[in-house]
Each structure stands twice: as C-alpha cells, then as structure tokens.
C-alpha cells in the first residue's frame, strides 16, 4: 500500500513562497511519476505540476508557469513543489499524487494517479 504525507502549506501573504513535501512510502518511488494537484472551495481539482520518475521531464500547469517548481529526491523518497511569488488565487488545498505505471510519461489528468495524499491548505491573504 502506497501512502503519500503532504506538509509545508500554511497561511502567507501575496508574493511570499512555500515549499510543499510529499513523503512516500510502500513501494519503489523512484520509478513512478508524481504529480501535484489544487481544489479550491467549490471547483474541481486542477493540475499544478507533475514530473518523470527520473526527474529529468516536469511540466507545469500555465497558471503557475515562472511562480512554482516542482522537483523530486528519490533518494528521500520525497517530491516537492516550490512556490514563489503566490498570489491570492493560488489558495486551494494541494494535494500529492503518484501514478501506478512504472517509468510512464508525465499527465495532466488525475484520473491517471492512483494514489493520493491527504492534502495541505494553503491561503494566501491579499
């Protein structure tokens, strides 16, 4: 069973940063991609970024293009998201996901994700 644990969310003001984690656990990390997702009060979970199991491959949602970075330590078993410049918009609840084919190509999509965090709040006052 794979278990994913989100941390570093929190309250900040527009234009500061965060760093997100996503620990792993329960199976071979370094061969899965892992992707990070937001939900907002009242919308659907929206892609924010995701990167290849070898780390050599991201891709970021337009919306946070320039602001945020995802990136990964297989040697921590962790994956992180590093947010800049964050603006009242990005507050959601960010949620960590990991596929369930070994060495696939990044998505968009969370219905590709097999296993998923418990989620972080994250708000941004303006």
């Known amino acids: 069973q794979v278990q994913l644990v989100e941390s570093g969310g929190g309250l900040v003001q527009a234009g500061g940063s965060l760093r997100l984690s996503c620990a792993a656990s329960?199976?071979?990390?370094?061969?899965?991609?892992m992707g990070w997702f937001r939900q907002a009060p009242g919308k659907e979970r929206d892609f924010v970024a995701a990167i290849t199991w070898s780390g050599g491959n991201t891709e970021h949602a337009d919306s946070v293009k320039g602001r945020f970075t995802i990136s990964r330590d297989n040697a921590k078993n962790t994956v992180y998201l590093q947010m800049n410049s964050l603006k009242p918009e990005d507050t959601a609840v960010y949620y960590c996901a990991a596929d369930s084919v070994r060495f696939a190509t990044i998505s968009t999509t969370a219905s590709r994700y097999t296993y998923w965090g418990q989620g972080t709040q994250v708000t941004v006052s303006s």
């Open positions: 329960g199976r071979t990390f370094s061969t899965y991609a």
